[in-house]
């Protein structure tokens, strides 16, 4: 191994895996695969040594000072989405899902059906009752289910990016009753401009691009016995549908928000059901 050349590079380091010790055969399929991609990469660009070594302080930044914006990095290039459905492939029935994004929280409180996530309104703000079935793929509903929702604030931030919302604001647990059926009261979310400060904001000036996501709920619907499903419904009136910067929209996710009916106590109604994959159906 003293003649490493251009053309043997990437076989040599192929080959250095397992030499001192066993590696997994996951972690075998995934190094190998790795090295054949980044050094085609570097071959396909003719990468200089200046750029390595911009792009090594570059992903320095987007770790440093806690801000872990890596995921971040994955969804402006397309890659969480990606990996999103090569996960979770869909069959024509089931509900599809996307991306979870960076603004989950664990633990939202748990609301009883109806109830409203708006802690602190803002003015102008308009509000929406938010209800749907959940069911399995022969429509049977399930009752029990856990639909977890998290939504920007009209100033466009979520609750954890903003010091002058209360916690949790706009996040909860609402569960289905015996008929499958769950509902709760919301604002209508807001196009948002994703953190932009950081390395994130970097990328997203070096590709050209914008950091813009069309309005959307977060929805997270779990049941004992299915597939979690982790989605998000976008406001068919929403600007940045079809130009979302991290790719994320597909067109069974858009919703209507329309105008609630004369005596309801919210400004817009919103319907969406949601169908869940049994844990044992084959793919
Ligand atoms: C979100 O939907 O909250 C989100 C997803 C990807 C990147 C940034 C935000
Ligand atoms: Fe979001």
């Known amino acids: 191994m003293r003649d490493v050349t251009i053309e043997n590079v ?44 911009e792009a090594c302080a570059f992903l320095g930044r987007a770790g440093a000072g806690g801000r872990e914006e890596y ?32 603004f989950f929280r664990e633990n939202a409180p748990v609301m009883p059906k109806g109830t409203s996530t708006v802690q602190q309104g803002f003015e102008g703000q308009e509000t929406v009752y938010i209800e749907g079935y959940v069911r399995d793929p022969d429509g049977k509903p399930l009752a029990g289910a856990i639909v977890n929702v998290w939504e920007d604030a009209p100033n466009g931030l979520y609750e954890n990016h903003d010091p002058d919302q209360p916690d949790y604001n706009l996040r909860g647990r609402f ?13 209508r979310p807001v196009p948002y401009a994703i953190p932009d400060g950081g390395a994130a904001g970097e990328l997203i ?30 406001d068919s009136s929403s600007d940045w549908l079809d130009d979302d910067s991290v ?22 109604v919103l319907r969406y059901d949601f169908v869940l994959r049994r844990m044992d159906q084959a793919r």
């Not at 192929?14 to 071959?43: D, K, Y």
């Not at 990095?73 to 979870?100: H, K, R, Y």
């Open 10 to 53: 990437t076989e040599l380091v192929i080959a250095s895996l397992g030499r001192q010790r066993p590696i997994a055969p996951r972690a075998r399929e995934i190094l190998e695969a790795l090295i054949r991609h980044l050094h085609g990469f570097c071959r396909e660009t003719r990468l200089n040594h200046t750029e390595l070594l």
């Open 71 to 102: 995921i971040l990095l994955a969804d402006l290039l397309g890659v969480e989405v990606l990996v999103d459905m090569i996960s979770n492939p869909v069959a024509a029935n089931e509900t599809i899902s996307t991306v979870l994004g960076p």
């Open 175 to 187: 569960e289905t009753d015996e008929n499958g059926h769950y509902a709760f009261r919301a604002i």
């Open 205 to 234: 000036r070096f590709m050209g691009h914008h950091g813009m996501r069309p309005a959307h709920v977060h929805m997270m619907v779990s049941h004992d016995g299915y597939r979690r499903l982790v989605t998000q419904i976008y």
């Open 247 to 268: 790719f994320a929209v597909k067109e069974a996710l858009v919703g209507e928000f329309r105008r609630a009916p004369e005596g309801a106590d919210t400004d817009l």
